[in-house]
């Protein structure tokens, strides 16, 4: 996320502001940040989860929305655009230009955003009460971390090739596979850009 030069916007002039903007931009304290474009892996990864999780959804309570709904932290003044959340809370029904209750929220991992997607973004997460699974997934491998809130903490499940993933907070079980149907990953991981010799 790149910051946007401007002075202290408030909550009202950000929603004001954005509803005009052709492209997303979050929203962190009275600052705005500028959403970089997705890699084809991660537009693979996203689309293969909407239509594998929109299909189980399908006469249910519950309502998958992808990267263009807003999520409102209202404890901390934030708004986020998670690449997919997922809300069974009828209060989210009255809204239609952001989500305050998540049960579910996916994340899929860049070299831009990682950093903050493990870090401030899941501290943020887990002050929504609603939350309780929160889901991180590479692409540059098959591997997805799984959190789940229990009484106390956060319980990490990691699941890698050839494994089923099971999203308890919707009563899904995913195989891998599918999930990174099509996605080649062609492309090294920073990992190992960073251990390539010069």
Known sequence: MIAVPQNYFSANDY???????????????????????????????TTNLTVIISNHLRGKDCKLFPSDMRLNIASKNIYYYPDLLVTCDERDRFNKKQKNYPCLIIEVLSESTESKDRGVKF????????????????????????????EKFWVLQTYTTGELIEL???????SIDAIYEDVNFLEASPEEILETPI
């Open 123 to 150: 501290a943020h997460y887990q002050t929504l009460q609603s939350l309780q699974e929160y889901v991180l997934i590479s692409q540059w491998e098959q591997r997805v971390e799984i959190f789940r809130r229990s």
């Open 168 to 174: 308890q907070s919707i009563n899904l079980q995913i």
């Open 15 to 45: 929603l004001q502001w954005e509803e005009k903007q052709e492209e997303k931009h979050e929203y962190v304290n009275g600052m705005i940040y500028a959403m970089a474009g997705a890699s084809e892996d991660h537009i693979g990864i």
